[in-house]
C-alpha cells in the first residue's frame, strides 16, 4: 500500500485520506452506479463496528466518502489521542465490510437511486466545464452516480465481487498530516489485515466525434463558455500558465480585450491518474461577445509572451495557494490529494519547491504545443442569437 505521511507537530488535529484506485470511470455497462454504492456500503458498517457513525460521533469526528472518476476516497480528522481508535475503525470498515442486505436495500433506495445525476441538477457554467471534461477525458459525467435501470438491477453479491477485485493493498493508498508518525502508521495498517491481492482497473473510454458542443438554454441572454485542453501529462509549469492566464486581476484573461465581453473568467488544471486537462471559462454578456471572446482568446494564445516578472508573480501566487491548502486542514488535505494524483510531491514544501523550479522557457513551450485549435474543445452553453 502507498504510504505518505506528512509530519507536522504544530497541528492540533489529524487528517487521513484513504484511497482505493477504483472510481466510476472504471464501471461497465450494467454496472454502473456501483462505486458509488460501495461508498455508501463501506459506512454501513461490519460486525466490529455495527454503528460507526455513533462510535466515531464519541469523539467529536466525522467519517466521509467521496466518489470520483479514478478514486473513491475514505477520509476523517481528529484529535491526535483519537487518531488510532477512529483509523483503526476506518480501516475495518474499508476492507473487511459485512454487507447487510436489509441495510444495503434501504441505502439504495433512499440514497443511491436518488442520487443519479440528471442535467437539470447543473447549473449553465457547471454543464459547461463537465462536458469539457467528457471531450478531454473521454468519459461520460452524467453516468459517475450510475443509472436507475442499472443501480436497481445491482445485487450484494455485485458489491462483494466489485471489492474484492479493487479493494486490496496493491490498489490503495494512505495520506496522513498532523502531528502523527510514519512507524505508527504503519504499525495501524498492518493490525487491519488488508487483503494484498486483486486486480488493477483499467478505465472504460467513451468516444465522441465532437470538438465542439452547444446547448441552448430556454430564458438565458448570456453564453457560458469552456475551452478545455488535453495534457499527455502532468507538468507544474501547468500550475503557472493556469495562474497567468486566469482566476487573478494580473491575469491576462481578466485584461481590456476580455473585460468588455465576460462578467467572469477562470482557469483550472485537472489531474487524473491517467491523463491531465486544462480549462478555461468564460460567462459571455451575449453571443455576439462569444465570437469576440473567441477571436481575442486565440489571437493571445498564439501569440503568448511571458516575461521574467510575471512568471516570479505567478510562482508567488501559487505559492500562496499552496500554503493555504497546508493551513485548510481536511479540505487542503483532499485538494492536496486532488492535485498530486500519483503522489508525486511527498508534502506541501515539495510542491513549492517544485514551483520554484519552473522557467519561462518551459511555460511557453507548454503553451505553444498544447494550448492549440487542434488540441481544443469548446462547449457554449446558453443564447443562441
Given at each position: 500500500?502507498?504510504?505518505?505521511?506528512?509530519?507536522?507537530?504544530?497541528?492540533?488535529?489529524?487528517?487521513?485520506?484513504?484511497?482505493?484506485?477504483?472510481?466510476?470511470?472504471?464501471?461497465?455497462?450494467?454496472?454502473?452506479?456501483?462505486?458509488?454504492?460501495?461508498?455508501?456500503?463501506?459506512?454501513?458498517?461490519?460486525?466490529?463496528?455495527?454503528?460507526?457513525?455513533d462510535?466515531?460521533?464519541?469523539?467529536?469526528?466525522?467519517l466521509?466518502?467521496?466518489?470520483?472518476?479514478?478514486?473513491?476516497?475514505?477520509f476523517?480528522?481528529?484529535t491526535?489521542?483519537?487518531?488510532?481508535?477512529?483509523?483503526?475503525?476506518?480501516?475495518?470498515?474499508?476492507?473487511?465490510?459485512?454487507?447487510?442486505?436489509?441495510?444495503?436495500e434501504?441505502?439504495?433506495?433512499?440514497?443511491?437511486?436518488?442520487?443519479?445525476?440528471?442535467?437539470t441538477?447543473?447549473?449553465?457554467?457547471?454543464?459547461?466545464?463537465?462536458?469539457?471534461?467528457?471531450?478531454v477525458?473521454?468519459?461520460?459525467?452524467?453516468?459517475?452516480?450510475?443509472?436507475?435501470?442499472?443501480?436497481?438491477?445491482?445485487?450484494?453479491?455485485?458489491?462483494?465481487?466489485?471489492?474484492?477485485?479493487?479493494?486490496?493493498?496493491?490498489?490503495?493508498?494512505?495520506?496522513?498530516?498532523?502531528?502523527?508518525?510514519?512507524?505508527?502508521?504503519?504499525?495501524?495498517?498492518?493490525?487491519?489485515?488488508?487483503?494484498?491481492?486483486?486486480?488493477?482497473?483499467?478505465?472504460?473510454?467513451?468516444?465522441?466525434?465532437?470538438?465542439?458542443?452547444?446547448?441552448?438554454?430556454?430564458?438565458?441572454?448570456?453564453?457560458?463558455?469552456?475551452?478545455?485542453?488535453?495534457?499527455?501529462?502532468?507538468?507544474?509549469?501547468?500550475?503557472?500558465?493556469?495562474?497567468?492566464?486566469?482566476?487573478?486581476?494580473?491575469?491576462?484573461?481578466?485584461?481590456?480585450?476580455?473585460?468588455?465581453?465576460?462578467?467572469?473568467?477562470?482557469?483550472?488544471?485537472?489531474?487524473t491518474?491517467?491523463?491531465?486537462?486544462f480549462?478555461?471559462?468564460?460567462?459571455?454578456?451575449?453571443?455576439?461577445?462569444?465570437?469576440?471572446?473567441?477571436?481575442n482568446?486565440?489571437?493571445?494564445?498564439?501569440?503568448?509572451?511571458?516575461?521574467?516578472?510575471?512568471?516570479?508573480?505567478?510562482?508567488?501566487?501559487?505559492?500562496?495557494?499552496?500554503?493555504?491548502?497546508?493551513?485548510?486542514?481536511?479540505?487542503?488535505?483532499?485538494?492536496?490529494?486532488?492535485?498530486?494524483?500519483?503522489?508525486?510531491?511527498?508534502?506541501?514544501?515539495?510542491?513549492?519547491?517544485?514551483?520554484?523550479?519552473?522557467?519561462?522557457?518551459?511555460?511557453?513551450?507548454?503553451?505553444?504545443?498544447?494550448?492549440?485549435?487542434?488540441?481544443?474543445?469548446?462547449?457554449?452553453?446558453?443564447a443562441?442569437?
Amino acid at each position: 500500500m502507498e504510504q505518505l505521511v506528512i509530519p507536522e507537530k504544530s497541528k492540533a488535529l489529524v487528517h487521513a485520506v484513504v484511497g482505493i484506485k477504483s472510481g466510476w470511470r472504471h464501471e461497465e455497462a450494467g454496472k454502473r452506479g456501483i462505486t458509488h454504492f460501495l461508498e455508501h456500503a463501506i459506512f454501513l458498517g461490519n460486525k466490529p463496528h455495527p454503528t460507526p457513525d455513533d462510535e466515531v460521533a464519541k469523539y467529536g469526528a466525522q467519517l466521509n466518502g467521496m466518489t470520483l472518476p479514478e478514486y473513491t476516497l475514505f477520509f476523517f480528522a481528529s484529535t491526535k489521542k483519537d487518531f488510532t481508535e477512529i483509523f483503526s475503525l476506518l480501516l475495518s470498515l474499508i476492507f473487511h465490510p459485512e454487507f447487510n442486505e436489509t441495510k444495503l436495500e434501504k441505502e439504495k433506495q433512499e440514497q443511491i437511486i436518488t442520487a443519479v445525476n440528471q442535467e437539470t441538477d447543473f447549473t449553465p457554467w457547471e454543464l459547461a466545464h463537465e462536458w469539457a471534461k467528457n471531450l478531454v477525458f473521454n468519459w461520460q459525467f452524467m453516468a459517475s452516480l450510475g443509472t436507475k435501470e442499472d443501480i436497481k438491477l445491482l445485487t450484494k453479491e455485485d458489491l462483494v465481487v466489485w471489492h474484492r477485485k479493487y479493494y486490496h493493498a496493491r490498489n490503495s493508498f494512505i495520506v496522513t498530516y498532523g502531528d502523527i508518525q510514519e512507524n505508527e502508521v504503519t504499525k495501524l495498517i498492518k493490525d487491519v489485515n488488508i487483503p494484498s491481492s486483486g486486480e488493477i482497473p483499467s478505465p472504460l473510454d467513451v468516444q465522441y466525434d465532437k470538438r465542439e458542443i452547444f446547448i441552448e438554454r430556454e430564458g438565458m441572454k448570456n453564453v457560458e463558455m469552456v475551452y478545455g485542453f488535453k495534457l499527455p501529462q502532468y507538468d507544474t509549469g501547468w500550475e503557472i500558465l493556469r495562474v497567468i492566464l486566469g482566476n487573478y486581476p494580473i491575469s491576462r484573461l481578466w485584461g481590456e480585450k476580455f473585460s468588455r465581453h465576460t462578467y467572469t473568467v477562470g482557469s483550472q488544471l485537472e489531474e487524473t491518474a491517467t491523463g491531465s486537462g486544462f480549462f478555461l471559462y468564460f460567462g459571455a454578456t451575449s453571443i455576439d461577445s462569444a465570437r469576440e471572446i473567441d477571436k481575442n482568446l486565440w489571437h493571445l494564445l498564439e501569440n503568448l509572451e511571458i516575461n521574467e516578472g510575471e512568471l516570479e508573480l505567478a510562482k508567488k501566487i501559487r505559492m500562496l495557494e499552496i500554503l493555504k491548502m497546508k493551513e485548510e486542514g481536511e479540505r487542503g488535505l483532499l485538494k492536496f490529494v486532488s492535485c498530486n494524483p500519483s503522489l508525486m510531491y511527498k508534502d506541501f514544501k515539495e510542491m513549492i519547491e517544485r514551483v520554484n523550479r519552473v522557467k519561462r522557457d518551459k511555460v511557453l513551450a507548454l503553451a505553444g504545443e498544447l494550448l492549440t485549435k487542434e488540441n481544443a474543445v469548446r462547449i457554449r452553453i446558453g443564447a443562441n442569437k
